[in-house]
């Protein structure tokens, strides 16, 4: 049973770019978490999704990001017109309902802003 | 709001020696706790949890953390430290009265391990 997978491991854009980030839940899981760890920081809870559904945003930016978890396919993280302070390492999370209380973390997207 | 204070952003011990990481949260119910462990450039993995009963809880890798009440403690400990256990742990809570699941963590804890 493959884990929480996540793509693209690292990414690289300048300022002004947009970077989209996917997450793969485990299978079965129909519920994600995305969260953001800036450097020396603890992680920052985002958004939280079921399969076509924005559950709770309010750890996200107003301006310049979204997500969504399409019926089928990853979860995606969108930031449009990237700037420095986006740099961070950015983990999704997924649970099931067999384990409401446990959060399957994948190995993050570490994005960087040139 | 909830709260997690992880006391040392940097703890060195010896190897074979005790580990003591310390987490205290702010919360207005008990909320649900959590330790994790987070190797670098990888994801993190869950070490051990506390949701309810026994209030000693051990994980794995041979770590436990004992939940009190009454100090909003959740500290966790090793009686041996490995080289392997260097790493950065996260202290972490939920919310047990809402069920809002969205984890609140410490900024937490890099353990050093020297020979």
């Known amino acids: 049973n493959a884990g929480v997978m996540q793509n693209p491991r690292h990414l690289v854009r300048r300022r002004g770019q947009e970077a989209r980030l996917r997450c793969s839940p485990m299978?079965?899981?129909?519920?994600v978490y995305w969260y953001r760890q800036l450097p020396e920081e603890g992680l920052k809870f985002m958004v939280y999704?079921?399969?076509?559904?924005?559950?709770?945003e309010s750890g996200m930016p107003k301006e310049r990001f979204s997500a969504e978890f399409p019926k089928e396919g990853p979860s995606i993280l969108r930031i449009q017109q990237v700037v420095r302070g986006d740099s961070a390492a950015y983990f999704c999370?997924?649970?099931?309902?067999?384990?409401?209380?446990?959060?399957?973390f994948g190995p993050g997207t570490r994005l960087t802003v040139l | 709001a909830q709260s997690v204070t992880q006391l040392g952003s940097h703890v060195s011990v010896s190897e074979g020696a005790l580990v003591l990481l310390r987490c205290n949260y702010s919360?207005?119910?008990?909320?649900?706790l959590f330790w994790y462990v987070q190797y670098p450039n990888q994801g993190l993995q869950l070490l051990l949890k506390?949701?309810?009963?026994?209030?000693l809880v051990k994980g794995i890798n041979g770590f436990e953390a004992e939940f009190k009440k009454s100090e909003t403690s959740f500290h966790l400990t090793k009686p041996s430290a490995h080289m392997s256990d260097a790493a950065e742990y996260f202290c972490?809570?939920?919310?047990?009265?809402?069920?809002?699941?969205?984890?609140?963590f410490g900024s937490g804890t890099r353990l050093q391990v020297q020979p």
């Open positions: 999370a997924s649970f099931g309902l067999a384990e409401v209380n446990e959060q399957f």
């Open positions: 299978k079965g899981h129909s519920h």
């Open positions: 999704l079921q399969k076509e559904n924005i559950i709770d």
């Open positions: 919360s207005s119910v008990p909320p649900y």
């Open positions: 506390y949701t309810t009963g026994a209030t």
């Open positions: 972490a809570v939920s919310d047990k009265d809402t069920g809002r699941r969205a984890l609140t």
